[in-house]
Nanobody, 117 residues
Framework: QVHLVEFGGGSVQPGGSLNLSCAAS????????LDWYRQAPGKQRDLVAT???????NYADFAKGRFTISRDNRERTMYLQMNSLRPDDTADYYC???????????WGQGTLVIVSS
């Protein structure tokens, strides 16, 4: 069974940084494309960044130049380094992937990021 668990959320002042982690189990981690999503209160869930099995990355416009997605296949962990955080980055952040067995999208439980002075 696939499990994704996020770590690293918290409260930070504008301009600050956070590094989120996503630990995966139950999948052949190195073969998977992995995503970070976020959902602010009352808003839809948006894609933040994607990293493929080969390490190619893609970012939402709001994340470009501020966020960096990475992965450590040996540790079966994905990361999201977030710098220059703004109040509108406040959201629950989720890691996600698509099961190669079922085609279903799998989600972690989310980690809350609050950017406020």
């Amino acid at each position: 069974q696939v499990h994704l668990v996020e770590f690293g959320g918290g409260s930070v002042q504008p301009g600050g940084s956070l590094n989120l982690s996503c630990a995966a189990s139950g999948i052949f981690f190195s073969l998977y494309t992995l995503d970070w999503y976020r959902q602010a209160p009352g808003k839809q869930r948006d894609l933040v960044a994607t990293i493929t099995a080969t390490g190619d990355t893609n970012y939402a416009d709001f994340a470009k130049g501020r966020f960096t997605i990475s992965r450590d296949n040996r540790e079966r962990t994905m990361y999201l380094q977030m710098n220059s955080l703004r109040p509108d980055d406040t959201a629950d952040y989720y890691c996600s992937t698509i099961s190669r067995a079922t085609g279903a999208r799998i989600w972690g439980q989310g980690t809350l990021v609050i950017v406020s002075s």
